[in-house]
C-alpha cells in the first residue's frame, strides 16, 4: 500500500490557492504511484483559520470547493484531506475539525478529531465538536485508524500527566486497527521534532502498530510549521520523514515499512534560523508585500534580523535604515555600513540631530524645570519609529522590527518607536540566544561584522549608555526570564533555586508593568515553548 504524505504550505482562509496546492500534488504523489494519499490538518482552509470559521458563508465555500476537488481527481489516488465538516446535531458546537474522504470523483466519509486542545495559541472548543466513537477507514481490505493533531498527544505511558481523559489512538489499537494515519498542523518550537519522533515511535512500538504522520509546513501569522512529516513501523523504527521547513512529499509502503530519511538538522541555532527565514518569507509573500525595511542601529539585533530578511527575501528586497543621532558613535555607523556590504543590501541614511533640536525647543516651555529623563530618550526612538513608517508608507515595504524577547519581557522597548513594524522577527529570541543563532550564521559564511558581537549592548539614546545601566547582565536576565516566562515559576521558586531576590523582584515587575507594551506589539513569530503572541493571555491589569 503505497502513500503518500502530502507536506504542503496552505494560506490561511485561500481556499482557491490550497485547492491548487492539494491537486498538484495529488497529480505528483500519482506520478510516484500513490494509492492514498493523505494533507495535513484543515489543508484546505489553511491552519490556523480561526475565527474565519465563524463564517458560515465560509465553511460553505470550502465544502463546495471539496466537490471541486472531487470531481477534479476523478481518475487520481483516493485523498484524505483535512477539512472544517459542519455538525449536523441541534447541540454542540457548529463544526468537527474532519479528514474527509474523495474517491472516484465522489466526497466520501467524514472521519472527526476527538481531542481539541485549548492551550497556548489553540483554542479549538471555540469551534469544533468532538468526535464521538473510533475513527476508521475501511481500505482495500485494511483497518486504517484516523487520528487528526492533538488525538496523538495524550499517550498514557509517554506523558506524566494526561491533558485529557481518553486516548484516540489506545481505542484505534484496541479496536485492532492496521495502521495509524495523522493528520497534523503542529506548530514548530526549537526542540520538538525528536520529542515528536520519540513519542510517534514510543507510541507505534506500544500498540504494535505501524503510524504515519503528515505535519503543514510554512508560516501562518506568528506560527511555524516545520513540516518533517514521518512514518514508524509496529517496532518503533522510523523509517521515512521528509524535508524540514520546505514543501515536500513523502512516499511510502505503510505495512513494508519503506521510505527515505531526510537530512536534518536539530541543532537549535540551525532550526531557530531555518524557522525564523521561513516565517518572515511566508509572512511578507501572504501578505503580499515584496520587500522590507528595516533600522540599523549598528546593533547585534538589527543586524540578526537584517541576516534573516536577506535570506528570506532576497538581498535586493531589503533597505536598511540608518538613523544616527549626536549619541551614535562611529563605530555603530560603520559596523552599519559593512553590515550591509556584506549581506548586499541597500542602504539609507537620515541623521536625526537637527529633528531632536526641533523636538526639543517645541517642548521647551513645557518642559522648563523638569530634569532631562527616560522621556527624552523615547524622543528619539519615536522619532526614529516615525521616519520608518513614513518609508514603509512611500515604499509600500513591510517595516521589520527588531526587538528581541528579553527586552520585550522587561519593556525595555518604546511603544510607537522601536516597537513600530508590520512583523517582530526576533522578539520570542533571548539575548544570549541572538547572540548564537548570530554566531552560528556566521560560521556559514561571515556576514555580521565580529565587532557587533563583541561590543557592549547598548540603545545608545544618551552618553556612553549601556544596556546594564538598567538590566541585569543578559546571561543573568534571561535565566530569570525563562524561568518565569516558560517555566511559569514564581518569585519564590526561582530565589530558591539560588538567585538574588531583589534582582528577581525587579524583573518580574518589570515583566508584569511591560504587559501594555506587549499588547500593542506587531506580530512575534513564535519559536520557544511560550512566545509573546497568541498563546500569551495575560491581564494588563493586575496585581501579584
Known sequence: MRIALL????????????????????????????????????????????????????????????IGIAEELRDAPALLVGVATPNPAEMGRPLFNSAVLLKDGAVGGAFHKTLLPTYDVFDEDRYFEPAQGLQILEWNGRRLGISICEDVWNDRDFWQRRRYHEDPVEALAQAGVDAILNLSASPFTAGKQPM??????????????????????????????????????????????????????LMLDLPAGTGVIAQDDFEPEAEIWNALVLGVRDYVRKTRFRQV???????????????????????????????????????????????ARSLGIRTIALPIADIMETYGAVLKGAFQGLPQDVTEENIQSRIRGNLLMALSNKYGSMLLTTGNKSEMSVGYCTLYGDMNGGLAVIADLPKMMVYRVSRWRNRRGAVIPESILTKAPSAELRPDQTDQDSLPPYELLDEILERHVEQCQSAEEIVAQGFDEATVRKVLRLVRIAEFKRKQSAPVLKVTSRAFGTGWRMPIVRQE
Open 196 to 249: 515528536r519522533e520519540e513519542m510517534l515511535g514510543h507510541m507505534a512500538r506500544r500498540h504494535r502498530i505501524p503510524l504515519a504522520y503528515v505535519n503543514q509546513v510554512g508560516g501562518n501569522d506568528d506560527l511555524i510549521f516545520d513540516g518533517r512529516s514521518c512514518a514508524f513501523d509496529a517496532e518503533g523504527r522510523m523509517f521515512a520523514r521528509a524535508r524540514g521547513f520546505e514543501e515536500d512529499i
Open 293 to 339: 525595511l528595516l533600522g540599523l542601529s549598528g546593533g547585534v539585533d538589527s543586524a540578526l534580523t537584517a541576516a534573516i530578511a536577506a535570506d528570506a527575501v532576497g538581498p535586493e528586497n531589503v533597505l536598511g535604515v540608518m538613523m544616527p543621532s549626536i549619541y551614535s558613535s562611529p563605530g555603530s555607523v560603520g559596523d552599519s555600513v559593512e553590515l
Open 7 to 66: 507536506q504542503i504550505n496552505p494560506t490561511a482562509g485561500d481556499l482557491s490557492g490550497n485547492s491548487s496546492l492539494i491537486v498538484r500534488g495529488v497529480r505528483a504523489a500519482q506520478s510516484q504511484g500513490a494509492e492514498l494519499v493523505v494533507t495535513p490538518e484543515l489543508a484546505l482552509m489553511g491552519y490556523l483559520p480561526r475565527d474565519l470559521l465563524m463564517s458560515k458563508g465560509f465553511v460553505q465555500r470550502s465544502c463546495r470547493m471539496l
